[in-house]
């Protein structure tokens, strides 16, 4: 049923909730983008996600779905008629996608959260070395999922394309304040050109933050105290 | 076209027990192929080179990895018979977040009831059943979670069921007086054959729990 107002929480420089905006900008459904301010959760928000309490959180007539994948789900199920599917259409693409996205979130971001926390050299050089273990793991992805065509899922952003290009600006900004080519066109060629193609797609466009301004942000957010 | 199923796992694991269930909720015929966890076995290091982790599901040749996207799998390729997932696109992504949730938070919580002593050890009892009354209170007073019908939700949950003694033996707890509810529940889904022939006894769980323990130095 698409019958409803479409309200999200979120927060502009979160790439949890940048999911789900493109997934409502594939399927053009208008939505309220509720922000939340960094640093404190408003009532709304604790109220539609007791057992979380975080972002995104979708509202369809006041109804809350979370988690960022699943609201991507339930977006393309629900307004399934329109725009291009944001799942892959046969069983074995769709638990490829799933098995991804997951890999993405649990393994991946995991390795490219760790890197600017990285103490000195050694642990700098460990941390490098484990996503680009990732970043190669990765790339091979990109080659079986997209089977010669632009993205992951095809002809069309999707599902997966979603659940990794989220991360994009976070990764320049990474890579803008360690000084280190986290992407390398030498190393994952695929990935690379993908990485490009993402962030042009008109669904994507209005909503990946500026790296300047995340940069910006980020060193509000982890400002260390001089020593 | 002939369906040939493999389930690669191991017969104390909570997550080889959904794949278990799921297929038998279809009525698909599989090959159970238990794997020695400190010796790999070629097919599973081939089937699943990133995680090398059971379960594996290899159907005609091809394999599916991670039980919770293997049990939407299942219910998408068998979809003739027993939904395990309900239609509506809403109740669908409850379903999908509270097996979410149930990954995210049972498996540390329930390893630091048996794994862990002394203070760590009652931490983790108390997140645990923080965790299950959670479960209980969503689950209220329906016979399953999705409401009438057995599905994804009961699924991702019961195999931790025939841990539970286990937890209680080594936690020195009683669950049932904290969450009888959720207990009564998993009686019930035990009634279900596809559940009783999926889930092992849990005295040989609390067995493999104490061989794990001296393995530790807890015993």
Same mark, same amino acid.
């Given at each position: 049923m698409t019958t409803g107002e479409v309200k999200l929480i979120g927060a502009w420089a979160s790439p949890f909730v940048m999911r789900p905006r493109i997934a409502l900008n594939l399927k053009s459904v208008p939505y309220e983008f509720l922000q939340e301010t960094f640093g404190s959760k408003s009532e709304l928000l604790l109220k539609s996600n007791p057992a979380h309490k975080k972002i995104p959180v979708l509202l369809h007539a006041d109804k809350p779905v979370c988690e960022s994948n699943i609201i991507v789900e339930y977006i393309d199920e629900t307004w399934s008629s329109s725009g291009p599917s944001v799942l892959p259409s046969h069983p074995y693409d769709r638990a490829m996608a799933r098995f991804w996205a997951a890999y993405i979130d649990e393994k991946w971001f995991v390795s490219l959260r760790s890197f600017p926390k990285a103490q000195g050299e050694e642990e700098t050089k460990a941390a490098l070395a484990q996503l680009e273990e990732a970043n190669a793991i990765l790339e091979k992805a990109f080659i079986d999922c997209s089977k010669g065509k632009p993205f992951f899922n095809g002809d069309n952003i999707g599902y997966l394309d979603i659940a990794l290009g989220c991360f994009l600006g976070w990764l320049r900004v990474t890579e803008l304040t360690g000084g280190?080519? #986290? #992407?390398d066109e030498a190393k994952t060629p695929s990935l690379s050109k993908w990485a490009e193609r993402f962030c042009n797609d008109p669904a994507v466009k209005p909503v990946m933050p500026e790296t300047a301004k995340l940069a910006e942000f980020a060193k509000k957010i982890f400002a260390k105290p001089h020593a | 076209m002939a369906n040939e199923v493999i389930l690669l796992d191991f017969w104390p694991s909570m997550f080889g027990m959904r794949t278990r269930i799921a297929l038998r909720e279809k009525g698909v015929e599989f090959e159970y192929r238990e794997e020695d966890l400190r010796n790999k076995s070629p097919l599973l290091l081939q089937m699943n080179p990133v995680h090398k982790k059971i379960p594996v599901l290899i159907h005609n040749g091809k394999s599916v990895n991670e039980s919770i996207i293997q049990v939407q799998y299942i219910d998408e390729v068998w979809s003739?018979?027993? *939904? $395990? $997932? *309900?239609?509506?696109p809403y109740l669908k992504a409850q379903a999908r977040f509270w097996a979410d949730f149930i990954d995210k938070k049972m498996d540390d919580a329930q390893r630091k009831v048996w794994a862990t002593k002394g203070e760590e050890q009652e931490a983790g009892k108390k997140e645990f059943i923080e965790i299950l009354k959670t479960l209980e209170t969503e689950l209220g007073d329906k016979p399953y979670f999705a409401g009438d019908d057995f599905g994804y939700v009961d699924i991702a949950l019961i195999g931790y069921y025939t841990w539970f003694p286990a937890y209680e033996k080594?936690?020195?707890?009683s669950i049932e007086s904290e969450c009888p509810k959720l207990i009564a529940w998993a009686k019930k889904c035990l009634e279900r054959e596809t559940v009783a022939k999926s889930l092992p006894d849990p005295e040989k769980v609390i067995g493999f729990v104490s061989e794990l323990r001296k393995r530790f130095g807890l015993e």
């Open positions: 280190h080519k #986290l #992407l | 003739h018979k027993n *939904p $395990l $997932l *309900p239609s509506d080594y936690g020195n707890f």
